[in-house]
């Protein structure tokens, strides 16, 4: 899966971060056997791109 934003947008208002960001994102990726990527693009913006391996049996631990 991949996402994009197009760059950047009017400051927003200071906020308490409510996750665990892109380490989380992460983290959970790998609970599946897959990857993740993430960081700004070369023409300005965000990328994320992960894949899953779903049919490989790994499971998340709740």
Same mark, same amino acid.
């Given at each position: 899966? $991949?996402?994009? $934003? ?13 996750? @665990? %960001?892109?380490? %989380? ?8 056997? +897959?990857? &993740?990527?993430? /960081?700004?693009?070369?023409? /300005? +913006?965000? +990328?994320? @791109?992960?894949?899953? &391996?779903? $049919?490989? /049996? ?5």
């Amino acid at each position: 899966m $991949d996402v994009t $934003d197009s760059g950047p947008r009017p400051p927003r208002p200071a906020a308490t971060p409510s996750g @665990h %960001g892109i380490p %989380g994102m992460r983290e959970r990726s790998a609970a599946y056997g +897959g990857t &993740l990527q993430a /960081g700004p693009l070369p023409g /300005g +913006g965000w +990328g994320v @791109h992960t894949r899953l &391996l779903l $049919d490989s /049996g790994a499971a998340a631990s709740a």
